[in-house]
């Protein structure tokens, strides 16, 4: 994007930041987390956390960037020059995400071509099956992974992302009623109930300092917190627009597209397995293994597998966009070298350690880290320990080093900030110190 205040407007700005955060976090990621982590009571822990602490850090993160007009990587140094290291932090959680992003992008893209070209029901015969045996192969996942990564580029290199982002503001709520359809669909089947019962009735015994780990981190990948993406569209926000308005308008598209998802999943593994605890814990897995039986049930389900499975690359495309624009800019920027440079050298990076990623389903399946596979293990390196060590760092400089003042008033600047109080207390004490205890307290009890 060149120049700056390049959204025409507040709702452009909206539409473009949602598109940005509805993905695979919350069509994959959010649904097996729900069923894995007790179902109602990880729906009530997201909820709360992500109207409390997601939405004054991405107000924080959004501000500074309109205030500098600078991307994440120079922004935190433009307001401090000690604090420049925050934006090189910031740097190197996308460049994480992005290949296991891609990794996931591919099996999408994999189940998409089965159902465009008819064979869904190959898919649904033996679901997991079909799961393990397309990501335990060697060669054809590393490929798909790699045309997604090739398409992200090339969508880069044309500069036509927010052409694409825009496409995908029509695209996004037609997946949203694909979703609620289906979704009402699960919930009357047999048994659909109990699984509403388990995802929507919170129970208390169950909460714990793991849950409460994973809907934070939940919450950091699916509004792209701590990742210098919103710093990032903060710096092209004109200043009329109110700040406030817009997060909490990204928040409703992103966490209603979350707990919509949730309303298909977990009701479908009640009603397709019945509930078994391996059924609500298959993890990654869960979305790919569950989706194929509920198209297979319902009339034209494999036009309408099609047209949801292309939805929802889309959507991860729309993402993958803006993880892979945060170190094409800052290289191009540091190195002063040409756009298309940086994006080839993103590019090769990342396919490289897809390539890893993808050997942890296949050749290197016996090879664990902490006792984790290694995709689970780069997801919670940054979900769950790189991005609440970001936050509190951001925390600490937008509440100590900078003043939170000064961002309130890059918040208010000329509209009202209702929730100004909430906002000063939550980010100079009550966040940066939540979060530190529960991280502190889980490393604790892993050592
Ligand atoms: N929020 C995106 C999703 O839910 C992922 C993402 C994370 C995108 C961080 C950009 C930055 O899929």
New binding site residues.
Partial sequence: MSGRTNFSSGLGFILVAAA???????LWRFPYLAAEYGGGIFLFTYLVLAVTLGFVLMITEIAIGRKTGKSAFWAFGRLNKKWHFLGIFSLVI?CI?LPY?SVIGGWIMQYGAMFVTNQADIVAADASGFFNTITSAVAEPIIWAGIFLALTAVILLFGVHKGIQRVCTFLLPLLIVLIAGLAVYCIILPGGLDGVAYYFIPDFSKLSGEVILAAMGQVF????LA?G?LVTYGSYLSKKENIEKSVRWIEIFDIGAAVIAGFLIVPAVFAFSGGAPESLGAGPGLVFIQLPQVFATIPFGTVVGAVFFICMFLA?LT?AV??FEVPVAAIADKFRIKRQVAVGFVFLCATALAVIINFGYSIWSDFTIFNYQILDFTDLLCNSILMPILAILTCIFAGWILKPEQLEEEIENGSSFKAKKFYHVMIKFIAPVCVAVILIYLISQSI
């Avoid at 940005?20 to 919350?26: Q, R």
């Avoid at 990948?221 to 792209?224: A, G, V």
């Fill in positions: 940005s955060a509805v993905g695979l976090g919350n996308p995400i992003y990948f699916s509004l792209s990742t993406v991860a993402s803006s993880l």
